[in-house]
Nanobody, 126 residues
Framework: QVQLVESGGGLVTAGGSLRLSCAAS????????IGWFRQAPGKERELVAG????????YYADSVNGRFSISRDNAKNTVYLQMNSLKPEDTAVYYC???????????????????WGQGTQVTVSS
């Protein structure tokens, strides 16, 4: 089992940057694929970026491709989401989640993630 804690959220003006961190506790962190999801008020939770267990495969939603970057440091049991050129529509609660399927690609289905963090708020003002 793994516990996930997000950090790094906050208030930023449009065009700014934030780096979110997802810190994991528990053993064998490097077998888990990690996804970053977000949920805005009144909207469904959506996957914005993901990285598989090996770090060799990544995924980005069209809405963030070219602006967001996901990476992992297994020695620190942490996955990062670097968010640049932020827009007001990026405002949401951001969650990280772990899947233990150990796939070659990134798991994109919300229901296939096994563990979730509590979320961190990101607010982008115009």
């Amino acid at each position: 089992q793994v516990q996930l804690v997000e950090s790094g959220g906050g208030l930023v003006t449009a065009g700014g940057s934030l780096r979110l961190s997802c810190a994991a506790s528990g053993r064998t962190f490097n077998i888990y694929g990690i996804g970053w999801f977000r949920q805005a008020p009144g909207k469904e939770r959506e996957l914005v970026a993901g990285i598989n267990w090996s770090g060799r495969s990544t995924y980005y939603a069209d809405s963030v491709n070219g602006r967001f970057s996901i990476s992992r440091d297994n020695a620190k049991n942490t996955v990062y989401l670097q968010m640049n050129s932020l827009k007001p529509e990026d405002t949401a609660v951001y969650y990280c989640a772990a899947d233990q399927a150990r796939t070659i690609g990134v798991v994109t289905s919300l229901g296939e993630y096994d563990y979730w963090g509590q979320g961190t708020q990101v607010t982008v003002s115009s």
